[in-house]
Structures are given as structure tokens and as C-alpha cells.
């Protein structure tokens, strides 16, 4: 039975080649040479495992014949075999083995680990958690994970030699001999990929019925491959928009030219050109799975531009994308239609929502699709998209440096800049620490396990004197009403570049003798702010108080920060925002001071919040 949630896909050349070379550094020549042949002519598919990097069950004609994974702390592929493919494998001329007395032979098929004084004599080369095959007098009785060196093992030690993973039971399967080809397959799932099919085409069109425009997202990915031949295949017109981050693929790049010809339109393209990524990485660390601050201003400024650019005035473009729910726990919570809060005009619908991987694969091998698949996915990769995206495996980084070394070389100069100004240990970057803001349970176990010190929790990436506030005094009352504060920055600040926003807050009055910049808020508050770093604040009551800070607070670092990216610029209605001379700034005369465009600064958004210039939480507590 497959491991949850069975998204499993089928195993290309470059995972084929890579499960072949583990086998001859794990179990010799001869195993290598037997797999080879095992495999040849075969479909074989991998099922995703959940696991702290990537594990697939490895599956051929049905049956689940191995683990193959990468092992974060030896930073290498490794491959378990289940008893039918050791059997497989094994020899005379065989590594990685541990021959045990007939003694132990019961006790271990029942369930029992390898006790060192049971071991007749071992592969010397073994090394601890090491996968290893259990025999008995040249029968493959277990496999298991080693628990000292093979050296070590022998009736002169005690103690577990060999964790036993899985057991010969009373009837073993063997693998047939037989070839199961794609054809074979796709007869078999003929009925139901149709009812698929037809199902997703009826979506597709339904729900254009409610948008005049309609554009497929395609990302130069399996998915959006297939969400783009079925809306081809619908009667609903459609634009292909492509979203260039700038971290783009070669691979990616040049798949755009294929499909263009396969569906005779062009590809219309959007290159993010409006901020620089490692000028950003540099301001906010590495993008991580908590912060992944790169999306909304590499990917979905782009396809604001490209959506303003084609439809001009539109309020809603329905936007087909090849989202699935098996790809995370955050996907399988989203909706099959929704508005994009990032994009205002964009209202995404999920074609492909409830398939798997493998039907997806089916489709593509069923409509002859292959030769317009990435061929990044007959390397191994599963994740096609920007090649530095944290939500990526170790394993897929593995895998790229074969191609792009000098990527991951420019990547690990960075991440060595950080490693060595905060004194990180080494995993950091072997153990790709980086990808995460806070680390999942997993990893720290992992950490402790190896004695090894880290928390992602103390690190700051913004320039060496970071903007930051604190609240100096209690809110006091008023001798004209209401309540003031004190608020200090710990730093001087540029007056004429915070004029260019500011007045989102209210009317303003700028006095350059004294610099001195005066608000009048919305609500008939006061805030003055002198170039010195310190703001004195007044409004009605306390709570109206906090609310002010926070919102002042998160401007002026939204304006002093600014580089120009330009996504708040798409959540206002009435065009009051815009960059010039790649900075931010109010058109006074259309801004309404909603200050939604606040909740839309990735600069903001994604700022550690251990950094954040006074976080609500801790503001409330100084005024209260």
C-alpha cells in the first residue's frame, strides 16, 4: 500500500541514472548491473514520502520494491531496498552485507535486530546508518540500517549491529520479468482520465462564463502544461501570460518558444526589472519556507504589469492555473476559485485541483505532451520554478549543481557571508538551514541529535544600523484633548523622502527651516516628526493612539526601505500611488488615507517580525 497522500509520478532518466549509481556505491558492479537490467523497459514511479528532504517509495508493476531518498546529514542519495528487490540484488560479489549464524535467522524474520554476536562476518567498508542486506547462509533473510561499522560487528562486541527495516515473510513476491509499458497503462486508466478530462474542461468553461477575459498562467511546469492543453481544448478564448522572475531556468526560458508553436500564440512575457534580487537578499536573508518574501514582488508584480498591459481597465481577469491540492498542506486548503490578494484584478480558477501527479503524467503521455515537457523533469527535478526557491529539497539542489554549478556557487558565497558574520555552524548551508525562518520539529531534532547549535530565531539581515522605534513615555493627556505619545527612532531620518508618502496619513506641512514634517490625520490627530528621529503622536483616545503608531510606524519603514517594487501601486482603486525614480510616492489629490496599500508592502510583510519597529503585540503593552 502507498504511503499517503500518494502523489506519485513516474521516475525519468536522470532519477534512473541516480538510483544506478547509488546501487553500485551501496552494493558493488554486479548489484548495479542486475538493477540496470531489472529496470530497463520498465515504468517505474515514485511516490512522495513525507520525510525532512526527499523520499520516494520506489514502485515497479504495483509493488513498492524500495525507499529511495536523500540523507540530509550524509548529503547524499541512498537507497533501501525491500526484500524482493535485495533478493534482486544480492551476491557473491555484493557490498554493504552483514551475514548473520542460523541461529539468529528466526528471531530476525520475526522481528528482531541484528545482535553484533550473532554476525558471522560483514561488508568491512559498512559505515553507521549505512542500508544493508541480512543474510543467512546465502539466503536474503532482512534489510536493515546499520548501527555500527561493519569493522565492529562480530561475536567479540555486543550491542544492535543492525536496525532491521523489513523482513523475508513466509512467502517473499518476486519481481516478474515482465515489461509494462506507458501504452499498457493508459489503457488501464483510460476510463477514469476521461472522466477527469471531461470534468476539467467542464469547469474550465462554466466558470468563464462569469469573466469576459480569460488567461492560463503558465509557469513552464508539468502542471500548468496540462491546465493549458485542456483550456486549448475548451471552447473558451484565452491570453498564455509568463510570469520572468529573473530566477528563471534556461530550460524555462526556452520551453516558452515550444509551446508557442504548439499552440500558435504568443507567450505573452513580463521580466521582473523593478528590483534587484540580491540586493534584497542582502537587506532580508535568504527567502525562506516561513518568509518567502521573493514571490510577491519577483512573480506577481510581473503579472500585475502583464494583466494591466493586455486588459487595461478590467477589473476581473479569470486566470486558469495549474494548482493542486496534493502539492502541500497550504494548497489542499485553497479553494478551486478565489481572488489573488495580491493581484486585484486576478481571480484564479484550479482546473486540476483534485488530480495527482500521475494522472497529470498520464494526460501528458496520453496527448503526446512529452516532447513540450521541461526537460528539467527528466534530470529529477520535481519542483520547476525558480531555481533558488526555498521550498526546494536539498536533493533538488543536489541535482542542479550537475548542471548549474556556478548558481549554487554564487548562492553558497552569500549564504558563507552570513555563515560567518553570525558564527553559524557549517549546517547552515550543508544541511540547508537557511530555508527556514523557524525550523520544523524535525530539523531540530535532527540538530540535537548531533549536538549541533543553531537558532534561526537570532538572526538580522537588515543593514547594520537597522531602523527601529520605541515608544519613550505612557500616552498622557492633552491640555488641547485627547492623549499624546513619544516616539524615537534610533536613527536621523530623510524627511523629504518620507513627504513623498507620508500624506497617506493625512495633510501635511513641511517646514524645511525647523525640518519638521506635520500630519493632520484622518481622524483630527496630530503627528509632527523631526528630522532627529523623534514623533510626537496626539489623537482622541488610547486604542485610536496604537492604531496610529502601528500604521506611522510601518510607513515610514515602508518609505525609508522603499525600492521601488511597485506592488502596492496595484491594490489602489484610485491610482494615487506611483514609482518614480524607482520610489514610491502619493498622489495626494486621489489618495483617500484607507492605507490599505500598507498591508501590501512585501517589505513589511515579510520583515523578521524579531525586528519589526514596534510590533503590535509589544506597542500595545508600552501604552497600556
Known amino acids: 500500500m502507498l504511503s499517503p497522500p500518494g502523489d506519485f509520478r513516474p521516475a525519468f532518466q536522470g532519477d534512473l541514472g541516480r538510483m544506478i ?58 537507497l533501501l531496498p525491500r526484500i524482493s528487490l535485495a533478493i534482486e ?54 534489510v536493515g540500517l546499520a548501527k555500527m561499522k561493519g569493522g565492529q560487528m562480530g561475536s567479540h562486541n555486543k550491542g544492535v549491529a543492525v536496525k532491521t527495516k523489513y523482513r523475508k515473510k513466509k512467502v517473499t513476491c518476486t519481481i516478474s520479468p515482465k515489461t509494462l509499458t506507458w501504452e499498457q497503462i493508459i489503457d488501464a486508466n483510460l476510463h477514469s482520465l476521461e472522466i477527469l478530462e471531461k470534468d476539467a474542461i467542464k469547469f474550465i468553461e462554466r466558470i468563464a462564463k462569469r469573466f469576459e477575459k480569460h488567461v492560463v498562467a503558465y509557469s513552464g511546469g508539468k502542471d500548468s502544461l496540462v491546465t493549458l492543453d485542456l483550456v486549448a481544448r475548451s471552447n473558451v478564448s484565452y491570453e498564455i501570460i509568463f510570469s520572468d522572475t529573473g530566477l528563471e531556468y534556461p530550460e524555462t526560458l526556452e520551453n516558452m518558444g515550444l509551446i508557442e508553436q504548439k499552440y500558435q500564440r504568443k507567450v505573452i512575457t513580463q521580466k521582473n526589472e523593478s528590483w534587484e534580487f540580491w540586493k534584497r537578499f542582502d537587506q532580508f536573508g535568504p527567502p525562506s519556507r516561513n518568509s518567502r518574501w ?34 502541500s498542506l497550504g494548497r489542499s486548503r485553497e479553494p478551486q476559485v478565489s481572488q489573488n490578494p495580491w493581484i486585484p484584478k486576478q481571480i484564479t480558477a484550479s482546473p486540476i485541483r483534485n488530480w495527482n501527479a500521475f494522472e497529470v503524467f498520464l494526460y501528458i503521455q496520453k496527448h503526446n505532451l512529452v516532447k513540450f515537457l521541461n526537460p528539467l523533469y527528466f534530470k529529477g527535478l520535481i519542483r520547476i520554478g525558480c531555481w533558488l526557491c526555498p521550498a526546494s ?26 555563515q560567518e558574520k553570525h558564527g553559524l555552524p557549517d549546517q547552515y548551508i550543508s544541511w540547508g538551514l537557511w530555508r527556514w525562518k523557524f525550523l520544523p520539529q524535525k530539523v531540530i531534532n ?46 536621523m531620518l530623510d524627511l523629504p523622502r518620507i513627504r513623498r508618502l507620508i500624506s497617506i496619513h493625512g495633510p501635511i506641512e513641511y517646514n524645511k527651516e525647523m525640518d519638521i514634517l506635520s500630519i493632520t490625520t484622518k481622524k483630527q490627530g496630530r503627528i509632527d516628526i523631526f528630522r532627529d528621529g523623534s514623533i510626537t503622536i496626539k489623537s482622541k483616545n488610547i486604542p485610536l493612539l496604537v492604531k496610529t503608531i502601528n500604521s506611522l510606524v510601518r510607513t515610514l519603514y515602508r518609505i525609508i526601505y522603499c525600492d521601488g517594487c511597485g506592488i502596492c501601486t496595484y491594490q489602489c482603486d484610485n491610482n494615487a500611488l506611483l514609482v518614480e525614480s524607482g520610489v514610491i510616492k502619493v498622489v495626494e489629490k486621489q489618495c483617500t488615507r484607507c492605507l490599505i496599500c500598507n498591508d501590501f508592502c512585501p517589505l513589511v510583510k515579510y520583515q523578521n517580525d524579531d525586528f519589526f519597529p514596534i510590533p503590535s503585540k509589544g506597542l500595545e503593552e508600552s501604552v497600556s
Request: glycine letters at 6%; aromatic letters at 8%; a positive charge.
Open 21 to 78: 549509481s547509488v546501487v553500485k556505491t551501496q552494493f558493488g558492479d554486479v548489484s548495479a548491473q542486475k538493477f540496470r537490467k531489472l529496470i530497463k523497459n520498465q515504468v517505474i514511479l515514485l511516490n512522495k514520502v513525507p520525510f525532512i528532504d526527499r523520499m520516494d517509495e520506489i514502485i515497479l508493476q504495483g509493488e513498492i520494491i524500495g525507499i529511495f531518498r536523500f540523507n540530509l546529514v550524509k548529503e547524499n542519495f541512498e
Open 89 to 142: 540484488l544480492w551476491n557473491a560479489q555484493s557490498k554493504g552485507w552483514v551475514a548473520v549464524d542460523i541461529g539468529a535467522k528466526e528471531p530476525i524474520i520475526k522481528g528482531a535486530s541484528v545482535l553484533s554476536p550473532g554476525v558471522v562476518s560483514a561488508d568491512t567498508n559498512i559505515s553507521v546508518n549505512d542500508p544493508v542486506i541480512i543474510v543467512c547462509q546465502n539466503e536474503v533473510i532482512a
Open 294 to 327: 521573493c514571490c510577491k514582488s519577483a512573480k506577481l508584480l510581473p503579472v500585475n504589469k502583464i494583466l494591466e498591459k493586455i486588459f487595461p481597465g478590467d477589473k476581473q481577469v479569470l486566470t486558469y492555473i495549474g494548482r493542486r491540492r496534493y502539492e
Open 393 to 418: 529539497t536539498l536533493a533538488d539542489f543536489k541535482i542542479m549543481n550537475e548542471s548549474y554549478p556556478s548558481l549554487i556557487s554564487k548562492l553558497e558565497y552569500k549564504l558563507h557571508k552570513i
Open 446 to 491: 535532527l540538530l540535537k541529535a548531533h549536538n549541533i547549535i543553531y537558532s534561526s530565531q537570532n538572526l538580522s539581515f537588515l543593514n547594520e544600523i537597522k531602523l527601529a522605534f520605541r515608544v519613550i513615555n505612557s500616552p498622557s493627556p492633552c491640555t488641547q484633548g485627547g492623549y499624546s505619545a513619544y516616539v524615537l527612532a534610533n536613527q
